[in-house]
């Protein structure tokens, strides 16, 4: 279903005049890099040269270098945009290369990634999954007169679309993020003629911040992005940053962009299923053979990785059981979860089978360590002996065994432990404020303004939660964030958790185990059966900037926290945890939990 069988420059540049906006409209294709937060600085070459020139491929490199009289003006990076076309393959290929010399000046990379700009006129289908994608409204629609702004910049309420069955909907580009793990295809149908342009990433590796990051996508412009570095769902943890003259020399890409079309008369909504094909076929091929640059490691200089993780709970099974499903992937040595932070290399994953085995392909040489978290389990795992990748490795660790945190015996548990809070409750949208995709779909948490729907369903008194009666998936909502009161000003909220205990051991330690999916410029006071008391018993002080509650994420980056209550703060019969998250500036500031779990004293 490919569009062409063969492109050389010429039909290349042809079809995508068809394709992308015209200056005038806009950028068509280009590299981009944020150094800070509202600065965007799009990275233009000053050099072109052709690296391969065959009858079978062709590669151009667009060059930017980086000398002391440019400091101020643009980044300190050497930058170099690689185009690579391949004989019989519909589509082309981009990467980007960038590199910091030592001693060169100190910086940080907000973003970087490569933006399509398609023509509204023609591309007017969005395709990001099986069960995301719709008609999009056009840019025009964003315009004043036509929309509606709301709570912050990229959220518009269709007033007056020009597709008059859009009018009411809210538009905004953060619902149609991803994680890293299942962004590998997406882009636009044009049904008049059935034309699909796609983006197509088939490894992760180049991406920080590992499998469950999440990046945008393709979103009303018509856009589509290949993000390679951003802070979003994450904030300054997952921004590069560069001092002291560090040297750093990455390779981004290669992602394909790939075309693909249908004869007239045909469903044009197959394309989205060939660009899945495609894309299976681009993830087999990787790591590809043919880029030009010695900086993009091929098959045989890299090496693989396998082995078994089990996972030990001795509160659960005395043996070991399998590490199922497993995330376990290698990344720049650190310390255990370390791994979600880290934004400078690479990073390999992949998940384990039933019975906890797995294999990491591919691997670029180097040193790592071995990371793993599983789900249905709290914590990280960290390999303890340090890996090392020559070419043509193919190491086996053997039996790994995992022993997640865990003092006695679990008492109550709220959630699921996999580091989002999807199972809790998540209400419906107001009816002014919906996208109509996200009626009745599993990510209904996309919808615009759910911070909203806290205050109207506790209007005067905070969420109270009673364990062995209540439903966490309709008793606890998705974030605890600030109420608004009646004079617009917000205050802080305080959830508690009611319990009962037949026995406590006065002198003995339980331990309270809070896992968080999120936290935007938040804190958490814990208190146990006394609300009032000056001094909480644990706080975690202001921890994140994830700004996954406007953002549609329902997580951001992962904490666990293991918090000692000792004994003589509980009493038999009944008690009452206290949940105060204090920070009120914003309606976005909040925590997402993951899971909580109360334990016993090891001697129970």
Not at 78 to 84: E, V
Not at 150 to 165: D, F, G, H, M
Request: proline fraction near 7%; aromatic fraction near 14%.
């Amino acid at each position: 279903m490919g569009l062409l069988l063969a492109f050389d420059i010429m039909a290349l540049t042809i079809f995508l005049k068809f394709l992308i906006r015209s200056p005038i409209e806009g950028t068509g294709i280009s590299f981009g890099v944020r150094r800070e937060a509202r600065e965007f600085l799009m990275i233009k070459g000053t050099c072109f040269r052709v690296i391969v020139d065959t009858e079978e491929q062709v590669e151009l490199s667009f060059t930017r270098m980086w000398d002391p009289s440019l400091e101020g003006k643009f980044v300190p990076l050497n930058i170099d945009k690689r185009f690579i076309l391949l004989r019989g393959s519909s589509g082309f290929y981009s990467y980007g290369i960038y590199e910091h010399l030592k001693d060169w000046p100190d910086f940080d990379i907000g973003e970087t990634r490569i933006t399509f700009k398609l023509r509204k006129d023609k591309f007017q289908y969005m395709a990001i999954a099986d069960n995301r994608q719709r008609y999009m409204p056009l840019p025009d629609d964003r315009l004043p007169g036509r929309c509606q702004s709301l709570a912050y910049p990229e959220a518009a309420l269709l007033v007056n679309p020009k597709l008059r069955e859009l009018a009411g909907e809210v538009d905004d580009k953060y619902q149609y993020s991803c994680e890293n793990k299942d962004n590998q295809v997406h882009g636009w149908i044009c049904t008049n003629p059935p034309i699909g342009f796609w983006q197509i990433t088939p490894s992760d590796e180049f991406r920080s911040g590992g499998p469950h990051k999440q990046n945008l996508t393709s979103h009303v412009g018509p856009t589509t992005l290949a993000m390679f570095l951003s802070a979003h769902y994450a904030g300054q943890d997952l921004v590069p940053k560069f001092r002291g003259g560090e040297p750093w020399k990455k390779v981004f890409g290669p992602v394909f962009i790939y075309l693909n079309s249908a004869p007239i008369g045909d469903d044009p909504f197959w394309l989205w299923e060939d660009a899945k094909i495609q894309m299976m076929t681009e993830v087999q091929n990787w790591p590809y053979n043919f880029p030009a640059s010695e900086d993009f490691q091929k098959s045989d200089q890299r090496g693989n990785v396998s082995g078994r993780l089990l996972v030990l709970d001795r509160y659960i099974n005395e043996d070991c059981i399998s590490g199922r499903g497993a995330f376990v992937g290698l990344a720049p040595p650190g310390e255990a979860g370390s791994w979600q932070r880290e934004c400078k290399d690479y990073q390999f994953w992949t998940r384990a089978d039933e019975d906890g085995y797995f294999t990491i392909k591919n691997v670029c040489t180097g040193d790592y360590n071995l990371y793993a978290w599983v789900p249905g389990f709290v914590g990280d795992y960290r390999y303890d002996i340090p890996i090392t990748i020559n070419p043509g490795s193919c190491i086996e660790t053997g039996n790994l065994v995992y022993e997640p945190a865990r003092d006695g015996p679990t008492l109550w548990e709220i959630g699921i432990p996999d580091r989002s809070a999807a199972e809790f409750y998540v209400p419906d949208p107001d009816p002014k404020h919906i996208n109509k995709l996200f009626v009745n779909h599993p990510d209904r948490f996309r919808q615009y303004g759910l911070w909203d729907r806290y205050t109207q369903l506790y209007p005067n008194d905070d969420l109270v939660y009673t364990v062995g009666v209540s439903d966490y998936t309709k008793d606890w909502f998705f974030a605890q964030i600030p109420r608004k009161k009646d004079d617009n000003t917000l205050e802080g909220t305080t959830w508690k958790i009611n319990f009962k205990l037949n026995n406590v051991v006065r002198n003995g330690t339980y331990k309270l185990r809070v896992a968080v999916a999120s936290a935007t410029l938040a804190e958490i006071q814990v208190r146990f059966n006394d609300p009032k008391t000056r001094r909480p018993l644990f706080t975690t002080g202001l921890i994140g900037r994830d700004n996954s509650v406007a953002r549609h994420g329902i997580h951001g980056l992962y904490w666990l926290y293991n918090i000692d209550v000792p004994g003589a703060q509980l009493v038999e019969g009944d008690n009452t945890l206290f949940l105060t998250q204090p920070r009120n500036t914003s309606p976005f500031q909040g925590i997402m939990y993951d899971y909580i779990r109360l334990e016993a004293p090891p001697s129970c």
